[in-house]
């Protein structure tokens, strides 16, 4: 048996969180494909325990169909769907609180055998316990994002999409962390370079864009201002105002747009100077150099699959493949970060 003092390191404890990691990621991606589908909403209640089992005759899918009905995106947007078309949106939408169900089991319940044999390092029990916490908190932001598309509107709050999808790619980005201290142990020895402050800036910058591309997902803003480099021939689009500074900010298609081409481009050239930079480097290991490089490409190929996606007028497969790159993308930044802590 490990104890807590003789060991600051487990690679079954990394390899544990990897796996969580992992179904973060699937997380997001049936999150965005339920978003694209317009099949949030298809479940109109909030049962942590009893949801976790389907309708499971006519009469009870008769009842959830009922329940549907009562809100405003059946009236204004599915007014006359079939039962059929109806079970449609609800199997993502379960299938997507499913997930979250799985994924919860799958955190705690290897933390409650690695802590009773001891295998977990004490100093990652404080951050698992903030995992925790973020991840219960998901799953009440969750709801809190469905209710608000379930009385005077058609679909979702974007502002709290946005949080909802934060949380996902905070908790993506801690776990990975995580992970990786648990496999390889403590830092014996840091590095003393201004890289790890470097690599913090672009992680802040990644997250900053995933935030503002929740926004436009948010609005449908990838339905409007298909053109690109310019929108609708225009630098600055014509609604971008919307009366006010918080309504500009999260309710204008032009305006969340525009924001999210615009931290685009400064992303795309801060990630291109960090790789190269990071490549020449003298103080940098060779594998932080591949890492460096590796998030200098993911970034860039993010922007072009962005503009593809948007020119297309934002079909569900390039939707889908751009959500899941950026979650790929905030991960390489993330092992480049912790790598270039490290001698």
Do not use: C
Not at 78 to 84: F, I, T
Not at 135 to 164: I, N, T
């Amino acid at each position: 048996m490990t104890s807590f003092l003789r060991s600051d390191r487990s690679k079954p404890v990394a390899i544990w969180l990897f796996v969580v990691a992992a179904l973060v990621l699937a997380m997001i991606v049936v999150g965005g494909a339920t978003r694209l589908t317009d099949s949030g909403l298809s479940i109109t209640e909030w049962r942590p325990v009893t949801g976790a089992v389907p309708p499971l005759s006519e009469a009870h899918w008769q009842a959830e169909f009922a329940r549907y009905r009562q809100i405003p995106q059946y009236a204004q947007i599915n007014a006359g769907m079939s039962l059929d078309q109806f079970k449609f949106i609800y199997w993502w939408e379960w299938g997507h609180r499913f997930l979250g169900r799985l994924l919860g089991l799958v955190f705690a319940a290897p933390f409650a055998v690695f802590a009773i044999r001891r295998q977990i390092p004490r100093r990652l029990l404080p951050r698992l316990g903030g995992i925790f916490v973020l991840g219960a908190l998901q799953g009440v932001v969750g709801w809190w994002m469905v209710a608000s598309g379930l009385v005077d509107r058609v679909s979702v709050a974007p502002e709290r999409l946005m949080v909802h999808l934060g949380l996902a790619f905070a908790l993506l980005g801690l776990l990975l962390w995580t992970a990786f201290d648990a496999w390889a142990g403590a830092a014996r020895q840091t590095l003393p370079s201004p890289w790890g402050r470097r690599a913090a800036w672009l992680i802040g910058l990644i997250y900053l864009q995933v935030l503002l591309g929740a926004l436009v997902a948010g609005n449908d803003a990838g339905l409007v201002y298909n053109d690109w480099p310019l929108m609708n021939g225009d630098l600055v689009p014509d609604d971008y105002w919307a009366g006010s500074l918080w309504g500009t900010i999260a309710h204008s298609q032009g305006a969340v747009q525009l924001h999210h081409r615009i931290v685009g481009y400064g992303l795309a050239l801060a990630a291109l100077a960090l790789g190269v930079g990071a490549w020449r480097s003298s103080y940098l290991s060779r594998e932080a150099k591949v890492l460096g490089l590796a998030t200098a490409g993911g970034v860039l190929a993010q922007a072009a699959l962005g503009i593809a996606t948007l020119m297309a007028v934002s079909p569900l497969g390039l939707s889908i493949a751009h959500q899941l790159l950026a979650a790929v993308v905030l991960g390489l930044a993330v092992a480049f970060g912790w790598r270039v802590r490290r001698v």
